[in-house]
């Protein structure tokens, strides 16, 4: 993702502040997602939506918050500000109430960015514990983590292709029926 976005920003330079901007963002996503790795937090328990353990994660909010400040567009920019002054209790709540509800949780575009820039990596790294869901499904939301598809991809599969989908917020790839819109 951040070659792409670096690669990108050489070819199309009216796009590369906002290029950069994604690049700085992934960067802070993949060091977060290698941290948990290396790791034993986020060890699923029951479910995907009950897995949430803050503690060894909370502490690299504040990066997030400062890289959003120096590369970042005035609205998120002065939003990290906000955030960081209110404190890592605010924090914790913001990204609790993101993790149980997602989108539907009535959070604010600009804190909403923060919860999922934040936790998509912790995500990640969850459904790569929990492992690959079974093949077969016709299920449009991720059957990890209940999450919408961002793309489609068809796969060579015999004589023809198979369609998969993947998820927007914890990446999890999974088949889909190919005739049917998700």
């Not at 590369?71 to 002065?78: I, Q, T, V």
């Not at 919408?148 to 993947?166: D, M, S, T, Y």
Request: net charge negative; aromatic share 12%.
């Amino acid at each position: 993702r951040i070659e792409r976005a670096r690669e990108l920003a050489e070819i199309y330079p009216f796009a590369a502040e906002v290029l950069a901007f994604y690049a700085s963002v992934a960067e802070f996503q993949r060091d977060l997602y290698f941290d948990l790795s290396r790791s034993d937090a986020a060890a699923p328990r029951t479910s995907f939506r009950d897995s949430l353990e803050l503690a060894p994660i909370i502490g690299s909010f504040p990066r997030l918050l400062r890289t959003v400040q120096q590369m970042g567009p005035a609205p998120l920019a002065a939003c990290a500000v906000q955030l960081e002054a209110e404190g890592q209790r605010r924090w914790e709540r913001l990204l609790a109430q993101f993790w149980a509800r997602s989108e539907d949780s009535g959070i604010p575009p600009t804190e909403l960015f923060f919860a999922r820039a934040f936790l998509q990596p912790y995500a990640e790294h969850v459904a790569d514990l929990i492992g690959s869901p079974a093949a077969g499904g016709n299920r449009p939301t991720c059957p990890v983590c209940d999450s919408e598809p961002v793309v489609a991809a068809l796969r060579a599969e015999g004589f023809g292709g198979k369609r998969f989908l993947v998820c927007s917020f914890c990446s999890t790839e999974w088949d889909y029926v190919r005739a049917v819109c998700p």
